[in-house]
């Protein structure tokens, strides 16, 4: 893993990771919880992680999307943030199946989620 530093702004240069968007300024440690419920230390850059769990293709989110019973998901790539404080934003489009007992109520609607990492 490579470190550098461009303008103001943190850049990781990690071998297994194909995005060009620099990482965020380090952020301080918050207060630790009283009761430790697991201490792991990962040896994985910050993308790689951030891929494993939130990517398009990842486990856990084909596992949210399958309990709630979403149909037609189409998940965007990453891409730079609008505006300074945003680091990355995409867009997750679906349907959702609505459970509403009402004769004539709507059955399904259509989602259109938008994710932002904000400084």
């Known amino acids: ?24 300024c380090l952020i301080s440690l ?13 040896y994985i850059g910050v993308n790689s992680l951030h891929a494993l ?10 596992l949210h999307f399958a309990a709630q019973q979403l149909e037609d998901v189409v998940v965007e790539p990453w891409q730079p943030g609008p505006g300074p404080e945003c680091l990355r934003s995409r867009q997750v489009s679906y349907t959702k199946k609505l459970n509403i007992p009402v004769p004539l109520a709507p059955k399904q609607c259509q989602v259109i989620s938008r994710f932002m990492f904000i400084l």
Do not use: N, R, W
């Not at 918050?30 to 990962?42: F, K, R, S, T, W």
């Open 1 to 24: 893993m490579l470190c550098a530093t461009v303008g103001e702004q943190a850049v990781v240069d990690e071998f297994d990771d194909d995005e060009d968007i620099p990482d965020a």
């Open 30 to 42: 918050p207060e630790p919880y009283q009761v430790v419920i697991q201490d792991e230390v990962l």
């Open 53 to 62: 769990v939130f990517g398009a293709k990842s486990e856990l989110m084909t």
